[in-house]
Each structure stands twice: as C-alpha cells, then as structure tokens.
C-alpha cells in the first residue's frame, strides 16, 4: 500500500513537493489514445516548490521564484496545474494559492505536477477532510500522470503512463547536479520526436531490471551505468547544446550525465557530495545555473 504522509495543518496550510528524475525512462510505441505506455523509475530530489492554500473571498493565484526559474512561463489563470486540482475537488470554496518555484518550468522535472500534488494535500488539510491516501492518489492521476508520484515520493517504480505508482526501497543517497535550461522544452513535443525517431519502438516499454539491482547495490558507479532514458534521443536531436553539456559535466567528473524525462534539463550522477561539489565547479565556468541534489526525499508534505 503506498503512504502518502498524514499530518493535519492549521490555516493557511503550506505544501512542499519535490522536482523528479527518471532514473529509468522506458517508452513504448504510442497507442491509439495517443499515450505511450512507459515503465520507468522516478526519484525525488531535494529542488522543491512550496505551495501555500488559504481559504479567500476570490480565487487568487501569485508565482514566485529565483530569477532563474521563468515564473512568466507559469500559467496564472483556471490552466495552472495548482488550480485544476483544486477545481477538481473543492466544493465552492475560493482559495488564494501562492507558488514558490524552485522547480525549472517545462524542464522535465514534473514542476506542474508537483504543484498539482501539493494543492491536492494542502487543500485536504486545509479542510480537515483526512482523506485516505488511495482516494488523494486516485484525484492525482486523474490531474496528470505524474501527479501521483509527486504525492509517493521517494524512489518509485511508474507504470502505465506513469500513474501507476510503487514504491521501491532505496536506502542510498544519491548526489546529482542539476543544470536547467533557459528555455523549456514541450513534453509532447519531444513524444512526437520520439515517434519520428522510433516507429519501430517495441509494444512493451523496456523494464528497469539493471536499475532495480544497481539501486539495491547503492554503489553510484553501477547505478550511473544503469541510467536509461529512451527520451534522451529526441531531446538532445530538438536540442544538440544538451549533448555537449552531458560531455562537460562528465570530463567535469560526473559518473554519468543524462537529460532529466523529456528534458532539456541535464541531471549528473556524482560519486557522493565531493564529487557532486567538483561537477557543480567545474560546469559553473559554462553554465549560469548549476545546483547541486540529493535524492530520493519525500513526497509532498505539509510543512510545519
Ligand atoms: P512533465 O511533467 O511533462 O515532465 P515538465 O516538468 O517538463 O512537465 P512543467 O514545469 O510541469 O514541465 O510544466 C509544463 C507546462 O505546464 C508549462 O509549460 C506550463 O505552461 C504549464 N503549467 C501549468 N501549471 C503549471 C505550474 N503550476 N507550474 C509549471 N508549469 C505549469
């Protein structure tokens, strides 16, 4: 049974909920819904963005961030993700809704679909509805198909379209360097590509067995050789700089780079924190943004 953390807030009620990574990203040929069935494994990572809910007279909505997350990129009307969920579920109450984003938009870390998770737990909260968590994961997959890891967390296998959510235990501590892009890249932009570049994609998507035994070794040199993304491809053939950022950042001592989902953010797997700190120096003589990470964390969770 998965768990989503049960913790009960009083007003306004603050939700922090993680970037992800795909560790494994298997694609398969698209369907006739025009979905591609994928089997991959997602990790949360210690970026973040903290969605604050209040009970208001008018719906409200503010997006902050960094100046280098592109807030301008995030929608403030009915299609922000934060707003959807709490359309989908809240029965006539008005809510002002403030983002922090530390979470690159459009950049393959599920941003959106955080937000949409934590809207979901801090309006549960918010209205003492103590919801069981398969009722709370149900309302997140009908929102996206990421939306339900945002609420798991952790280390997590995704199948279907990535909706169907099971936890896999992972007592390592991964470091990764994160590079976001100045520019989003549209997820089903890069599926289109994907389709172009592979109309002979198998029916099942590849499964992560090297992965799943490199994570139980916790040892980074495997788990980097088991690192598999299927949207790499496409992503770097929309974007070639992303090739030549993968170089650099493993001559900068990376055990291994790789487009974060459909990108174009670049994460790198790094032997522990001091290989971590060399990557993020050695990619800062190029690159604007460079943050170093840890991972797995939790899912989304109210903030005391
Ligand atoms: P994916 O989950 O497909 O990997 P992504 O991480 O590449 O998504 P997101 O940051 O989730 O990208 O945003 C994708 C698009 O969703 C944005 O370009 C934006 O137009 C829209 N969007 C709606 N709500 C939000 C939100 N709260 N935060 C960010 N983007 C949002």
């Known amino acids: 049974m998965v768990e989503v953390r049960a913790q009960r807030a009083s007003k306004p009620v603050t939700v922090r909920a993680a970037a992800k990574i795909n560790l494994h990203l298997g694609v398969g040929r698209v369907r006739d819904d025009g979905f591609h069935p994928l089997d991959t494994v997602y990790q949360a990572i210690s970026l973040h963005d903290d969605v604050t809910v209040e009970v208001a007279d008018e719906d409200a909505l503010t997006v902050d961030g960094p100046s280098h997350v592109d807030v301008a990129g995030v929608p403030t009307d009915a299609s922000n993700i934060a707003v959807r969920a709490l359309a989908e579920v809240s029965c006539g109450s008005r809510h002002r809704v403030r983002i922090v984003k530390q979470v690159p938009v459009a950049g393959g ?3 959106g679909s955080a937000d949409g998770a934590a809207a979901l737990l801090a309006h549960d909260r918010l209205h003492d509805l103590g919801q069981p968590d398969d009722v709370l ?3 997140a997959a009908r929102l996206g198909s990421d939306v339900p890891f945002s609420l798991v967390g952790g280390t997590a296998r995704g199948r279907g379209r990535g909706e169907l959510v099971e936890p896999i235990d992972d007592a390592g501590s991964w470091w990764w360097v994160v590079v976001p892009a100045a520019v989003g890249l549209s997820t089903p932009e890069v599926y289109r590509h994907f389709d172009r570049l592979r109309p002979d994609a198998p029916e099942q998507p590849a499964e992560p067995l090297d992965l799943l035994a490199a994570l139980a070794g916790r040892e ?3 788990l980097a050789r088991a690192l598999h993304n299927d ?5 770097i053939d929309l974007r070639p700089e992303l090739g030549t950022l993968i170089e650099r950042g493993e001559a900068a001592g990376a055990l291994r780079g790789l487009v974060s989902g459909s990108g174009p953010t670049c994460v ?3 032997d522990g924190r001091d290989g971590a700190m060399e990557v993020v120096a050695g990619l800062s003589e190029h690159y604007d943004v460079v943050l170093p990470a840890v991972g797995p964390v939790a899912g989304a969770h109210v903030l005391a």
Do not use: D, H, S, Y
């Open 109 to 111: 870390m599920a941003g």
């Open 268 to 270: 790198f797997l790094c």
């Open 231 to 235: 949207l790499e491809e496409p992503a």
């Open 220 to 222: 980074p040199v495997r």
């Open 137 to 139: 994961l149900a309302q």
